[in-house]
């Protein structure tokens, strides 16, 4: 299971984290990822990575402002976002795979998070 948590409203400039829990499985041989989804558009990785190594990807509008993390004994995978804007109003979602591989395409990942909404007003 997946729980995201750390959603809200914020003004453009402020910075939120958001956090997804992982129970149920070890996770060293999975990526983690994020992906988001605003008003009337795709769902777009944003974020992920690499639990073993921890390696990370980022998405080019994200890179610089927003940073992914974990924290092995609490099973949990954080996104950091500072400098926000309205452009990143979306339902941020948590999505882990088995393997290395970092993938756009969200049907590549099996397991899902509940949605957390992030509204960043002008």
């Known amino acids: 299971q997946l729980q995201a948590s750390g959603g809200g409203l914020v003004q453009a400039g402020d910075s939120l984290k958001l956090s997804c829990a992982v129970s149920?499985?070890?996770?060293?041989?999975?990526?983690i990822a994020w992906f988001r989804q605003g008003p009337g558009k795709e769902r777009e990785l944003v974020s992920a990575?690499?639990?073993?190594?921890?390696?990370?990807y980022y998405t080019d509008s994200v890179k610089g402002r927003f940073t992914i993390s974990r924290d092995n004994a609490r099973n949990t995978v954080f996104l950091q976002m500072n400098t926000l804007k309205p452009e990143d109003t979306a339902v941020y979602f948590c999505?882990?795979?088995?393997?290395?591989?970092?993938?756009?395409?969200?049907?590549?990942?099996?397991?899902w998070g509940q949605g957390t909404q992030v509204t960043v007003s002008s």
């Open positions: 149920g499985r070890a996770l060293s041989s999975y990526v």
């Open positions: 990575i690499r639990w073993k190594h921890g390696n990370k």
């Open positions: 999505a882990a795979r088995e393997g290395s591989l970092f993938y756009n395409d969200h049907n590549r990942y099996v397991y």
